[in-house]
């Protein structure tokens, strides 16, 4: 049976059982970073405003503050989930630069497919939690943390595998897929529309036309977007300060970097780092 949980609780990490028509509390929704593998039957949702559905065999990842809605599960729907708690997850990211790449693309594509997987996830699951059950270990705050990167670690293994093998397939695909695929693998130091006209052999003209017509937005916006992304990623992460990002960035000086911040974000970059406390 389900667990049934109380939101005054807050517990940092929970495992449970979900089963049929489960509801989940919408604090939890937002205060916890959702994983989930599906035994059986299927969970429909719309996430960041598209329609997904999970199905057995299949894992699915929501980010705490997520725009999560219409989630229904199906009669015979089972399900494991694990919920970490969004403030102790992000504290204890691993340096890596993977992450960015990893949650942008779960972002994207909340929904795997985890064939010979699936005993890995829920053993990564059952570590995470008996770790932080250990109040016993004599080094039990340190070893939770290694635990928690250790798990990062291996769901960014999961999703890099499966953004490879996506990526692998839509080098065949259309002019705009290829865009935005290598906006998504560059854009972290490239950020002119023409270096990506470049890459793909059309001019900058004709590129932001085959973005209009299949988006309604420019390609430069895009290459905005996703770069917003990764600053805001960047900046939420205590072990990095505001010139390590920049150099990250490759951005030529702190002041250019603040100065494009401020354009996109509407506030200097120390003033949303104040922010987040």
Same mark, same amino acid.
């Given at each position: 049976?389900?667990?049934?949980?109380?939101?005054?609780?807050?517990?940092? $990490?929970?495992?449970?059982?979900?089963?049929?028509?489960?509801?989940?509390?919408? #604090?939890?929704?937002?205060?916890? /970073?959702?994983?989930?593998?599906? /035994?059986?039957?299927?969970?429909?949702?719309?996430?960041?405003?598209?329609?997904?559905?999970?199905?057995?065999?299949?894992?699915?990842?929501?980010?705490?503050?997520?725009?999560?809605?219409?989630?229904?599960?199906?009669?015979?729907?089972?399900?494991?989930?694990?919920?970490?708690?969004?403030?102790?997850?992000? #504290?204890?990211?691993?340096?890596?630069?993977?992450? $960015?790449?990893?949650?942008?693309?779960?972002?994207?594509?909340?929904?795997?497919?985890?064939? #010979?997987?699936?005993?890995?996830?829920?053993?990564?699951?059952?570590?995470?939690?008996?770790?932080?059950?250990?109040?016993?270990?004599?080094?039990?705050?340190?070893?939770?943390?290694?635990?928690?990167?250790?798990?990062?670690?291996?769901?960014?293994?999961?999703?890099?595998?499966?953004?490879?093998?996506?990526?692998?397939?839509?080098?065949?695909?259309?002019?705009?897929?290829?865009?935005?695929?290598?906006?998504?693998?560059?854009?972290?130091?490239?950020?002119?529309?023409?270096?990506?006209?470049?890459?793909?052999?059309?001019?900058?003209?004709?590129?932001?036309?085959?973005?209009?017509?299949?988006?309604?937005?420019?390609?430069?916006?895009?290459?905005?977007?996703?770069?917003?992304?990764?600053?805001?990623?960047?900046?939420?992460?205590?072990?990095?300060? $505001?010139?390590?990002?920049?150099?990250?960035?490759?951005?030529?000086?702190?002041?250019?970097?603040?100065?494009?911040?401020?354009?996109?974000?509407?506030?200097?970059?120390?003033?949303?780092?104040?922010?987040?406390?």
């Amino acid at each position: 049976m389900s667990l049934e949980l109380k939101t005054n609780e807050k517990k940092i $990490i929970m495992l449970f059982e979900v089963i049929g028509h489960y509801q989940f509390p919408n #604090d939890i929704l937002q205060d916890y /970073h959702t994983h989930m593998f599906c /035994h059986r039957g299927s969970a429909a949702f719309l996430f960041n405003g598209k329609q997904f559905t999970c199905r057995g065999g299949e894992f699915v990842f929501w980010f705490a503050e997520s725009q999560l809605s219409n989630l229904t599960f199906s009669k015979n729907y089972k399900a494991t989930a694990l919920l970490i708690q969004k403030d102790f997850l992000n #504290d204890n990211i691993p340096n890596q630069n993977w992450s $960015i790449d990893a949650m942008l693309h779960s972002k994207e594509h909340p929904v795997l497919q985890l064939n #010979d997987t699936k005993e890995k996830v829920l053993s990564t699951f059952q570590l995470l939690y008996y770790k932080f059950g250990d109040k016993g270990h004599r080094f039990y705050t340190e070893a939770l943390k290694l635990q928690m990167q250790m798990f990062l670690l291996d769901m960014w293994h999961m999703f890099a595998t499966e953004y490879e093998s996506r990526k692998r397939s839509l080098q065949s695909g259309t002019l705009y897929e290829q865009f935005l695929l290598l906006v998504q693998a560059h854009c972290m130091k490239e950020r002119e529309v023409q270096y990506y006209a470049n890459q793909l052999s059309i001019s900058a003209k004709y590129l932001n036309y085959v973005c209009k017509q299949n988006s309604g937005v420019s390609a430069s916006e895009w290459i905005q977007r996703y770069t917003k992304e990764r600053i805001v990623l960047l900046l939420q992460n205590k072990n990095l300060n $505001i010139a390590e990002i920049a150099e990250k960035l490759e951005f030529s000086s702190r002041s250019f970097f603040t100065r494009y911040v401020k354009k996109v974000l509407g506030v200097t970059p120390s003033a949303y780092k104040n922010r987040l406390g």
